[in-house]
């Protein structure tokens, strides 16, 4: 809904105002507990390695940190720039709201808290590790948000639950998949696609900010304007893209092939072509043999001497098309 509808004051006062009661200890719990139940889910979807628990708080806290600058975009886009341009259409003005700013600035401050974070990490090794960090800098994200809300709503905790059930699930989502395009950029980047990587970063990103922002319009447009029609699409909107990202084989699969073993074995593939190129280089031209054409079976999980083998096998066959 945007960081900016949080009353900051209202938030530390209330909290300092109840603080030595039960009922600040509900509400915190109220805020963190959903967002922590959810990381706990993704860390145990990961059926391999492990993610290190250091680097996991690592990524938590740069989501937590990424409020920051996200919610001084949003300020700078809609107390500035938004109500200077004096939009009237209610559709128009919620559009730019939540699509150009609120989920520009969310996403966009998320993804870059991932990349720094955890892209050059060694133990980023699976694809399936893209989903895991790309949640849990945006359950970091979701958790400082969600005890915000809670603190400055009145409705306590019936404001917690509400969120526990539509925000934090809705900021998982949005998490996982960036997480796979994040994990799939990563895999391209491993076999020397670095054009294909780059293209699968920003899928991911562009994809995170469509959903996040189909999430706002339809709340702020049934609430604001009463169009009550955008609640029904809101739901069903919610239970596809749930299901979508936790039943669907597509995201099942991303954790079948070590990158490192992709990233040894494309070496070994560019060494064993230039050795080919060299020795025929004065029969006839051979013929290019693209990384790409080494394809790797997702069913199979490739030790490096298997990839080795596989590609070995590719390459006597161009040598034999290029033989005298």
Same mark, same amino acid.
């Given at each position: 809904?945007?960081?900016?509808?949080? =009353? @900051?004051?209202?938030?530390?006062?209330?909290?300092?105002?109840?603080?030595?009661?039960?009922?600040?200890?509900?509400?915190?719990?109220?805020?963190?507990?959903?967002?922590?139940?959810?990381?706990?889910?993704?860390? @145990?979807?990961?059926?391999?390695?492990?993610?290190?628990?250091?680097? &996991?708080?690592?990524?938590?806290?740069?989501?937590?940190?990424?409020?920051?600058?996200?919610?001084?975009?949003?300020? &700078?886009?809609?107390?500035?720039?938004?109500?200077?341009?004096?939009?009237?259409?209610?559709? %128009?003005?919620?559009?730019?709201?939540? !699509?150009?700013?609120?989920?520009?600035?969310?996403?966009?401050?998320?993804?870059?808290?991932?990349? %720094?974070?955890?892209?050059?990490?060694?133990?980023? =090794?699976?694809?399936?590790?893209?989903?895991?960090?790309?949640?849990?800098?945006?359950?970091?994200?979701?958790?400082?948000?969600?005890?915000?809300?809670?603190?400055?709503?009145? #409705?306590?905790?019936?404001?917690?639950?509400?969120?526990?059930?539509?925000?934090?699930?809705?900021?998982?989502?949005?998490?996982?998949?960036?997480?796979?395009?994040?994990?799939?950029?990563?895999? $391209?980047?491993?076999?020397? /696609?670095?054009? #294909?990587?780059?293209?699968?970063?920003?899928?991911? *990103?562009?994809?995170?900010?469509?959903?996040?922002?189909?999430? /706002?319009?339809?709340?702020?447009?049934?609430?604001?304007?009463?169009?009550?029609? !955008?609640?029904?699409?809101?739901? *069903?909107?919610?239970?596809?893209?749930?299901?979508?990202?936790?039943?669907?084989?597509? !995201? $099942?699969?991303?954790?079948?092939?070590?990158?490192?073993?992709?990233?040894?074995?494309?070496?070994?593939?560019?060494?064993?072509?230039?050795?080919?190129?060299?020795?025929?280089?004065?029969?006839?031209?051979?013929?290019? &043999?693209? $990384?790409?054409?080494?394809? !790797?079976?997702?069913?199979?999980?490739?030790?490096?001497?298997?990839?080795?083998? $596989?590609?070995?096998?590719?390459?006597?066959?161009?040598?034999?098309?290029?033989?005298?």
């Amino acid at each position: 809904m945007g960081l900016l509808s949080v =009353n @900051m004051p209202m938030v530390l006062s209330r909290s300092l105002s109840v603080s030595s009661g039960a009922d600040s200890w509900l509400l915190l719990a109220g805020a963190i507990v959903p967002p922590v139940i959810l990381l706990v889910y993704i860390y @145990m979807r990961d059926p391999h390695e492990k993610e290190p628990i250091g680097l &996991l708080a690592k990524l938590f806290f740069l989501g937590v940190l990424s409020c920051i600058p996200a919610a001084l975009f949003e300020y &700078l886009g809609q107390d500035i720039i938004l109500k200077e341009s004096g939009i009237k259409e209610v559709h %128009l003005y919620f559009f730019i709201l939540c !699509f150009l700013i609120i989920a520009l600035a969310e996403e966009g401050f998320k993804y870059i808290m991932l990349y %720094l974070g955890s892209w050059k990490s060694k133990y980023f =090794n699976y694809r399936f590790d893209g989903i895991v960090y790309s949640v849990f800098v945006s359950l970091g994200f979701a958790t400082i948000e969600n005890v915000m809300y809670v603190f400055n709503s009145t #409705g306590g905790m019936s404001t917690a639950i509400a969120r526990a059930l539509l925000s934090i699930p809705g900021h998982c989502t949005f998490g996982i998949y960036m997480g796979y395009y994040y994990g799939q950029a990563k895999y $391209r980047e491993a076999v020397g /696609d670095i054009q #294909g990587s780059r293209s699968q970063r920003r899928t991911g *990103i562009i994809t995170a900010i469509i959903l996040h922002g189909i999430y /706002d319009f339809c709340l702020m447009v049934s609430s604001a304007a009463r169009e009550y029609i !955008f609640i029904g699409v809101f739901f *069903i909107f919610i239970i596809v893209l749930s299901s979508t990202a936790t039943i669907t084989p597509t !995201f $099942r699969e991303v954790n079948t092939i070590p990158i490192r073993t992709l990233r040894m074995a494309t070496a070994h593939i560019s060494r064993r072509t230039a050795t080919v190129r060299h020795r025929h280089t004065q029969a006839r031209p051979t013929p290019s &043999l693209s $990384r790409r054409q080494i394809q !790797f079976r997702p069913q199979e999980r490739y030790s490096v001497a298997a990839a080795v083998q $596989r590609a070995d096998r590719t390459l006597f066959t161009a040598q034999a098309a290029v033989s005298p």
